[in-house]
């Protein structure tokens, strides 16, 4: 078996520009790179698996996201969507074995997550980047696109970006355009050597 491709994961809140990111990563990165996350995934599921407006009552089969008045109110994932999420992780460990360079924006924004990917993926040359922005610059770009929320980013803001600390390089996305995010981005890439998801895999033991 050959070289293992890279495997580029930015992690950050909804709206925080990892897809946008990943484009222009893309254009500057020397050789291909596939870029997919966990968004592509929804996107392909049948209808209903990701229930918006879902019944707090029942117990979630994929993804069930509720909004109420002032915003998201909760999101909760069901056997399917666990599934469908160790399924992702698993497909990116099989395409860097088989010599693809990838990169993957998520939200990893529960310690399962965190947990799943580290264990799958501590093995792969993988990068470990963070895409920090300010609450207030999520919340208004979330306002800006106005294909998300409202109250995502306020959700889930806190829940990634306090469950962990361990990167290989954090990227500020504030003050930094797309285009200089992939430049440094690519620098790190070039210059470090990556070791968190060992790190926390040596953490999980």
Known sequence: MGQPGNIILLNGTSSAGKSTIAQAL?????????????????????????????DLAAEPVGWEVVYR???LHSVRIGPIGRQLITGMYRMIAVLSESGINLIVDDVIW????????????????????AIDLSLAAAEQREQQRGNRGPGNVRYFYPRVYELNDV?????????????RCAQLIKTAVATIRP??????YQALL
């Open 26 to 54: 893309q254009t500057v990165m020397d050789g291909p790179y596939l870029h997919t996350g966990v968004d592509h995934f929804q996107l392909a599921c049948p209808p209903g698996l990701v229930n918006i407006q879902g």
């Open 69 to 71: 008045d002032d915003g």
């Open 110 to 129: 529960q310690e399962w997550i965190l947990h799943t990917a580290v264990t799958i993926l501590h093995p792969y040359p993988i990068y470990f980047i």
């Open 167 to 179: 990167y290989d390089a954090r990227i500020d996305a504030e003050t930094n355009d797309p285009e």
């Open 195 to 200: 070791t968190a998801f060992k790190q926390l």
